[in-house]
């Protein structure tokens, strides 16, 4: 267990934050990955398929708590900013929290974590097509939200 938690805990936690945005939910959504993942026990084929489930626990978990009603109705009580190597990091990473939720997941696992297309549409559930597609609107956006002169991809 604790192997496969140190392989996957900064996946998952930073995938969560991806989508929430808020530290003590991102830690929350990795506790409850974890223990799905302690508790069902499934058996994988590889380690790719792990990773995949890992990925799309943490997603649907995420989605969940968007959703709910008491997510909609409160504010957090902290919104935790990493340290950044330079002002050009923080600009970029607040640029991609700005983006809706689908986008925001893909650039963080085709980007931070060095998935590729293939990889995130198993763990998302989506096509090779539909990932191609959310990162190409991701771009653009983050290309519109930084200027002309920043070159996403």
């Not at 931070?112 to 090779?128: D, H, K, L, Q, W």
Request: net charge neutral; with cysteine.
């Amino acid at each position: 267990m604790e192997q496969i938690y140190e392989k996957y805990h900064l996946s998952v936690f930073r995938l969560a934050f991806a989508y929430c945005k808020n530290r003590a939910d991102a830690e929350d959504i990795t506790s409850d990955v974890f223990l799905r993942r302690f508790e069902a026990d499934p058996a994988f084929s590889d380690e790719r398929h792990e990773t995949a489930w890992m990925m799309r626990v943490t997603i649907n978990r995420a989605k969940d708590l968007l959703r709910s009603f008491r997510y909609r109705f409160t504010v957090p009580l902290e919104d935790a900013i990493p340290v950044y190597a330079s002002p050009e990091e923080h600009t970029v990473y607040a640029a991609v929290m700005e983006l809706p939720a689908k986008y925001r997941a893909v650039i963080h696992l085709y980007y931070f974590e060095g998935y590729s297309v293939a990889e995130i549409a198993e763990m998302t559930g989506r096509s090779e097509t539909a990932v191609q597609t959310q990162l190409y609107r991701a771009r653009k956006m983050l290309k519109t939200k930084l200027g002309k002169g920043v070159e996403p991809g």
